[in-house]
């Protein structure tokens, strides 16, 4: 069977809701037709002109991302910058895009319960706050700092860069995918003994470790990249379960699979 840009925005829209994105977030279909049949699904964590060519040789006429573009306003739609290129390419290919960014991180089952899952976090739960609810928080066996920033860098692939004591053992960790250095405070907080996220700011990071906390900084795309390929595979066994007749691929950083 068949399906539109429409249904496939619904399944992801069941993933992960639109409505719970940012309001300063960029989410749902941002460029294409929602009336075009999909002829394959290339799932990335960014819109690149290589995930765009990569899905022209593939057949796939839908790319999803985890990150969006058009962040900023757009007076001119042309092509004298990277952006403008790829748009315009992208359009002429009639290439459909949608992403999913921040209403996937807060979802359940989304970017941080993968993370949380992925460095052997146990009765991992949601930390509520008045912002957001995009932390979780969980359980590991009693293990030093410095031997669990190793442990992670092995996990994720990439270089980790540690904050605070490297003997202090590490019972409790928050973690937050991307660019998470304003939940700090809610993650320790929370009681946290180590808040693990791509990035922070390197002051307020040194500031924290004086005052006893820890930190490790394991890159913004690297926290991110480990959920795409569940999001392809959740897109799949869905599209599966109502028999559309549709492969879903996934471009990382070592080529395209399915």
Same mark, same amino acid.
């Given at each position: 069977?068949?399906?539109?840009?429409?249904?496939?925005?619904?399944?992801?829209?069941?993933?992960?809701?639109?409505?719970?994105?940012? =309001?300063?977030?960029?989410?749902?279909?941002?460029?294409?037709?929602?009336?075009?049949?999909?002829?394959?699904?290339?799932?990335? %964590?960014?819109?690149?002109?290589?995930?765009? %060519?990569?899905?022209?040789?593939?057949?796939?006429?839908?790319?999803?991302?985890?990150?969006?573009?058009?962040?900023? #306003?757009?007076?001119?739609?042309?092509?004298?910058?990277?952006?403008?290129?790829?748009?315009?390419?992208?359009?002429?290919?009639?290439?459909?895009?949608?992403?999913?960014?921040?209403?996937? *991180?807060? =979802?359940?089952?989304?970017?941080?319960?993968?993370?949380?899952?992925?460095?052997?976090?146990?009765?991992?739960?949601?930390?509520? @706050?008045?912002?957001?609810?995009?932390?979780?928080?969980?359980?590991?066996? #009693?293990?030093?700092? @410095? *031997?669990?920033?190793?442990?992670? @860098?092995?996990?994720?692939?990439?270089?980790?860069?540690?904050?605070?004591?490297?003997?202090?053992?590490?019972?409790?960790?928050?973690?937050?995918?991307?660019?998470?250095?304003?939940?700090? #405070?809610?993650?320790?907080?929370?009681?946290?003994?180590?808040?693990?996220?791509?990035?922070?700011?390197?002051?307020? @990071?040194?500031?924290?470790? %004086?005052?006893?906390?820890?930190?490790?900084?394991?890159?913004?795309?690297?926290?991110?990249?480990?959920?795409?390929?569940?999001?392809?595979?959740?897109?799949?066994?869905?599209?599966?379960?109502?028999?559309?007749? %549709?492969?879903?691929?996934?471009?990382?950083?070592?080529?395209?699979?399915?």
């Amino acid at each position: 069977m068949k399906a539109t840009v429409t249904q496939i925005y619904d399944i992801i829209n069941e993933i992960a809701p639109f409505e719970k994105a940012e =309001a300063w977030d960029n989410v749902g279909l941002l460029a294409g037709s929602m009336k075009n049949e999909v002829t394959g699904i290339l799932c990335a %964590l960014d819109f690149t002109e290589e995930v765009l %060519l990569e899905a022209e040789r593939l057949g796939a006429n839908l790319i999803v991302t985890h990150h969006p573009i058009l962040f900023a #306003p757009r007076k001119r739609l042309t092509e004298d910058d990277y952006e403008g290129r790829v748009l315009c390419s992208l359009i002429r290919k009639n290439i459909s895009l949608i992403a999913a960014h921040t209403n996937y *991180d807060v =979802a359940s089952g989304g970017v941080n319960d993968i993370l949380a899952s992925a460095l052997g976090l146990t009765n991992i739960r949601m930390v509520e @706050s008045d912002e957001d609810s995009i932390l979780r928080i969980g359980d590991i066996e #009693p293990i030093r700092l @410095s *031997d669990f920033r190793d442990k992670v @860098s092995s996990i994720l692939k990439d270089v980790v860069r540690m904050y605070g004591d490297g003997e202090k053992i590490i019972k409790t960790v928050a973690v937050c995918g991307g660019s998470g250095g304003e939940y700090a #405070p809610i993650a320790y907080n929370s009681g946290a003994d180590v808040y693990v996220t791509g990035e922070m700011r390197y002051h307020d @990071s040194l500031n924290f470790a %004086l005052e006893g906390h820890a930190s490790l900084h394991a890159g913004h795309d690297a926290t991110e990249r480990i959920a795409i390929k569940p999001l392809s595979h959740g897109l799949q066994n869905r599209i599966n379960e109502l028999k559309y007749n %549709l492969t879903v691929f996934l471009f990382n950083n070592m080529g395209v699979e399915q």
